[in-house]
């Protein structure tokens, strides 16, 4: 595909090529060089108009393991301060001879915007946008999911995944509960009402203000951040409060089936979703998530930039 812009453009097949992929790029992070040639010539812009962290610095790494040219760009301490618009921040990019643009935007449908508008040529992947989506994040996760869970062949066919928390601002939630459902995985959104989106009743997930009811019969539960920077002050929940009720601890994960694993795509607020004693043991898996970023993204850029290579082809040390 030439654009990543939304979980929903992947079919089934798509996904599990992407995901498959993914195995194989893992393997080089094994390796004594963690390297291959397969983007070398080609340019991968980071654009970014929104902090992070973990997807900044893992889209990064996975560039620079296939050999690409990276370029980051950061809104702040650039001339979108000055009021550059999107387009000519897009023209300039085009004139820099982007092959891929990963981007991260704090509006709704940016990335949409800039792979349809024909300002430029790259394949445009979305980093995050708004409250919408976050694709890659949920081809991580679900990556994650099959190396903990999944039987032969690695199917996540009937597994049961609850997502905790803010709903309302998560564009992480949306993605997965698109991809997961795509997999054949059966999703439970559980949140208070206030944090759930208009609409949630048409989403192809179950949905539950009880997350005592569900742990049970979870095989995953994904603690979302509650988003406290796009909420108005006045709707803050207190965090003792959301604790109580919908935050993860050591008595609930108790609760959890033994082979569940906790994930959270962070940043974590720890004390308010999860705690300290849930984030830290061997159950979380959001650091594990982090490195899966890695090889998840390597795959996407390998498969829409298209690599003349194999993936893993004899010969893949790039020292010389
Ligand atoms: N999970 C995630 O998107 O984290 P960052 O905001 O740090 O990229």
Not at 160 to 170: E, F, P, Q
Request: include cysteine; aromatic fraction near 4%.
């Amino acid at each position: 595909k030439r654009h990543l812009i939304s979980a929903a453009d992947l079919t089934r097949d798509d996904a599990l090529l992407v995901l498959d992929t993914a195995e194989e790029m893992a393997r080089v992070a094994d390796r004594p060089i963690k390297k291959l040639p397969t983007l070398r010539g080609r340019t991968v812009v980071n654009l970014f108009f929104e902090d992070s962290t973990r997807t900044r610095i893992s889209f990064e790494a996975a560039a620079k393991r296939l050999s690409a040219d990276v370029i980051n760009f950061s809104a702040k301490g650039s001339s979108v301060s000055k009021g550059e618009s999107l387009k000519d921040t897009a023209l300039t990019l085009e004139a820099m001879g982007a092959d891929a643009v990963v981007v991260r935007h704090y509006s709704s449908g940016a990335p949409h915007r800039l792979a349809t508008s024909g300002w430029i040529n790259a394949s445009v992947v979305n980093a995050g946008d708004g409250t919408h989506e976050h694709p890659t994040q949920a081809l991580l996760d679900a990556f994650t999911m099959r190396r903990h869970l999944s039987g032969p062949g690695r199917d996540l066919s009937g597994r049961r995944i609850t997502v905790v928390g803010d709903v309302l601002h998560s564009r992480v939630a949306r993605s997965n509960v698109l991809l997961l459902t795509t997999l054949g995985a059966q999703v439970t959104l559980v949140a208070p009402p206030t944090l759930l989106p208009i609409g949630v009743e048409h989403w192809p997930c179950e949905v539950s203000y009880d997350l005592d009811a569900v742990l049970a019969k979870s095989d995953a539960v994904m603690m979302l951040r509650v988003q406290r920077e796009r909420m108005n002050a006045a709707f803050f929940p207190t965090e003792r409060e959301y604790a109580r009720r919908y935050g993860l601890d050591g008595i609930r994960m108790a609760a959890l089936p033994e082979h569940a694993i906790v994930m959270h795509p962070g940043p974590m607020n720890r004390g308010m979703e999860i705690t300290a004693e849930v984030a830290d043991s061997p159950r979380c898996t959001a650091v594990e998530q982090v490195a899966n970023g890695v090889s998840t993204r390597m795959a996407v850029l390998y498969l829409m930039l298209g690599g003349s290579e194999p993936a893993l082809s004899a010969g893949t040390d790039t020292r010389t």
